[in-house]
């Protein structure tokens, strides 16, 4: 049964564990909306499966005609669709007020995501806008040593939300020095900091601004980062102490893997037919349907599929390298079809190809990753490789001041151990290995 308009039985009896008739909690809802007035209800709910607008502002007092006219005016003027863009499991909140006995709908509330959403004043005539909260950005530093991996180092050295933590690890493992250390070979006692700023939203953390400067101490080698840009906007790189570009020519591996099942090798056994013969690339074995990835910027030679390779992408980097990646699963040819992977076109690096899939002669999900310097088949974890396009001399002595600031900075944050021997009062009564 339809629960009668404008009752506020109807309402507790909508959504009851969502509803707080208290004024203070209400504000305090409306105020992440930009809401400062005087507010009875508020009502907080995600989308359920099978609801549309009608069926969630209509027990609220809404008519279906003036529902219509809300989602004509929405299109008109370009600002939202509701039949189309309002998703199951999305935030909205209406809010309330009282007059007299009668309860009547004021505002409605979209969340679009953390930093968007639609507001709609539903009083006598109709306002609607998409709103975009201001970010506060707040300037962080962290250090950490790792004992087991990153992810756990980086919540024992203070960060509290699982979102923060795996935004730290893509900055540190996607952007930063994919090119320079091999995550799957860190070691205990690896160490870290990192100065960043971070953006937050309502006093939750939202996304990381900028990492400014890091270092990371793998397996005894500082390496340094430091952001940097010639033209001074946020199109930045990140380099070495010296103004080495970490970004290599070519990244280290085309997929995140779990190990090398099979290096490059002039004899090895198939593991499918049996035969002795070379190994001309890298097996990397990975969950099935991870992300191919291609290496390096290029150009597409081909996208196809053979019953030894499986289906697989060759790209041409330039007239000395080439790349190619094979074994991908059945669906990557319709990636390929939907995204425009066919020969002629560009890539870029980290653009992603396909995915993991053991296609054609192989025995389990993996990456076959084959390159070509001057026409023949190498191995490229034993070539020199090319690096990016170093600073510009013209900005070297910017860069220089640059880095000296922040390399200041980092040298003076301390590791836990540090700190611990600092603040020893005894130092003859410490232990050292």
Not at 108 to 124: C, P, Q, S, V
Not at 320 to 325: D, K, L, M, P
Request: aromatic share 12%.
């Amino acid at each position: 049964k339809e629960p009668p308009k404008n009752s506020n039985q109807a309402i507790e009896e909508l959504r009851p564990i969502t509803i707080n008739p208290n004024a203070l909690f209400a504000l305090e809802i409306a105020s992440t909306y930009n809401i400062y007035e005087k507010i009875d209800t508020a009502v907080e709910f995600s989308i359920k499966k099978n609801e549309n607008i009608t069926k969630i502002l209509k027990p609220y007092g809404v008519t279906e005609k003036k529902i219509f006219e809300l989602d004509n005016y929405l299109q008109d003027e370009n600002i939202f669709n509701l039949k189309r863009d309002i998703h199951v499991g999305k935030k909205c909140a209406v809010f309330i007020n009282k007059t007299d006995s009668i309860s009547e709908l004021k505002y409605f509330a979209y969340e679009i995501n953390t930093e968007k959403y639609l507001f709609i004043n539903m009083e006598d005539s109709i306002y609607a806008k998409l709103h975009v909260r201001d970010a506060i950005i707040k300037s962080k530093q962290i250090a950490g040593i790792i004992d087991s991996s990153l992810w756990i180092s980086l919540e024992n050295a203070g960060l509290s939300t699982n979102l923060e933590i795996d935004a730290i690890v893509d900055e540190i493992t996607e952007k930063i020095y994919p090119w320079t250390i091999n995550f799957y070979k860190i070691y205990p006692q690896d160490r870290f900091k990192i100065i960043y700023d971070a953006k937050y939203i309502n006093d939750s953390f939202y996304g990381i601004e900028k990492v400014h400067a890091a270092i990371f101490s793998h397996n005894g080698k500082d390496n340094y980062a430091i952001a940097f840009s010639e033209k001074n906007n946020d199109d930045y790189e990140y380099y070495d102490q010296e103004g080495n570009n970490l970004r290599k020519f070519f990244l280290t591996a085309p997929v995140s893997y779990k190990r090398i099942s099979s290096k490059f090798s002039n004899s090895r056994r198939h593991p499918v037919t049996g035969q002795i013969k070379a190994h001309k690339g890298t097996d990397f074995a990975a969950t099935e349907g991870s992300e191919i990835y291609a290496t390096a910027d290029g150009i597409i030679e081909k996208a196809d599929y053979t019953s030894a390779n499986g289906y697989y992408v060759k790209i041409k980097h330039n007239n000395t390298y080439s790349t190619q990646y094979l074994h991908m699963n059945k669906k990557s040819k319709v990636f390929w079809q939907k995204n425009n992977i066919k020969p002629g076109e560009k890539i870029k690096q980290k653009d992603v190809i396909g995915y993991v899939g053991s296609t054609g002669l192989a025995t389990g999900p993996h990456v076959c990753y084959r390159f070509w310097k001057n026409g023949e088949q190498v191995d490229p974890f034993k070539c020199v490789l090319p690096p990016s396009e170093p600073i510009d001399e013209k900005y070297i002595k910017e860069f220089n001041i640059e880095r000296s600031k922040w390399v200041l900075k980092l040298d003076s944050i301390l590791y836990e151990d540090e700190i611990n021997i600092e603040n020893a009062t005894d130092i003859s009564s410490l232990r050292y290995p």
